[in-house]
């Protein structure tokens, strides 16, 4: 497809059950991002790859989020144990240079619900 | 410390008014705002961006305004259209490059 792809669209874990968000982002686009939008908020910052490289995870809330883009192209989020605090939407979010503002495109989400 | 707020959850707006949603942020460092439009299970769709070496950028119906020394930016919808019901996010960036800090968005809804 043309846009930021991300699965799955809907995700129901339980509690302690470890979780793996996928990212495609648009053919091309060197930047990717990863934000968490509680409901009611806007979307917060997660993490920032350039290519494969992660150069920004200040966002990550706890040592059980990770997120990795091993070849510069698709990503994964990925959180351990989940815990009810962790329900969300993860928007994902690339763009082709380093994260020009005007061309930040972001997929529809992965909604989480831990229960 | 929200650095980015939007203080109104929520306007109504009758069809062919002006629609006014306003921004304020506290980080003198931003320097670049967006406004981003979203619609119920879909991701934010950019709208329009403003650098902190203007006051104004239009583009059609959509202008946004910069007020540096209050720290306060609006998005201007004229005239408002049903299809503008969706919420809306203010966003900024410390460069164009870096991370966006999003404001907790207002939600518009344009009455025909």
């Known amino acids: ?115 | 410390d929200q650095q980015v707020k939007q203080n109104s959850p929520s306007l109504s707006v009758q069809e062919g008014r002006i629609s006014i949603l306003n921004c304020d942020y506290t980080n003198s460092m931003f320097d670049y705002f967006l406004w981003y439009k979203k619609y119920p299970a879909e991701g934010p769709t950019f709208l329009i961006s403003i650098s902190s070496i203007k006051d104004k950028n239009e583009d059609g119906r959509f202008t946004v305004f910069l007020n540096k020394s209050a720290k306060h930016l609006s998005l201007h919808i004229v005239p408002s259209q049903p299809g503008d019901s969706a919420v809306y996010f203010c966003a900024a960036s410390v460069s164009q490059g870096g991370k966006l800090i999003f404001g907790q968005g207002t939600e518009l809804s344009v009455k025909p």
Do not use: M
């Not at chain 1, 497809?1 to 669209?9: K, L």
């Not at chain 1, 979780?19 to 908020?41: E, N, T």
């Not at chain 1, 995870?57 to 989020?77: C, H, I, M, N, Q």
């Not at chain 1, 605090?85 to 989400?109: H, W």
């Open chain 1, 1 to 115: 497809g043309a846009g930021v792809s991300q699965s799955p669209r809907y995700k129901v874990a339980k509690r302690g059950q470890d979780v793996a968000l996928r990212c495609d982002p648009i053919s091309g686009h060197v930047s990717l991002f990863w934000y968490q939008q509680a409901l009611g908020q806007g979307p917060e910052f997660l993490t920032y790859f350039q290519n494969e490289a992660q150069l920004d995870k200040s966002g990550l809330p706890s040592d059980r989020f990770f997120a990795e883009r091993p070849e510069g192209s698709v990503s994964t989020l990925k959180i351990q144990r989940t815990q009810q605090e962790d329900s969300a939407v993860y928007l994902c979010a690339s763009s082709l240079v380093s994260g020009d503002g005007n061309t930040i495109y972001f997929g529809e989400g992965s909604w989480l619900t831990v229960v």
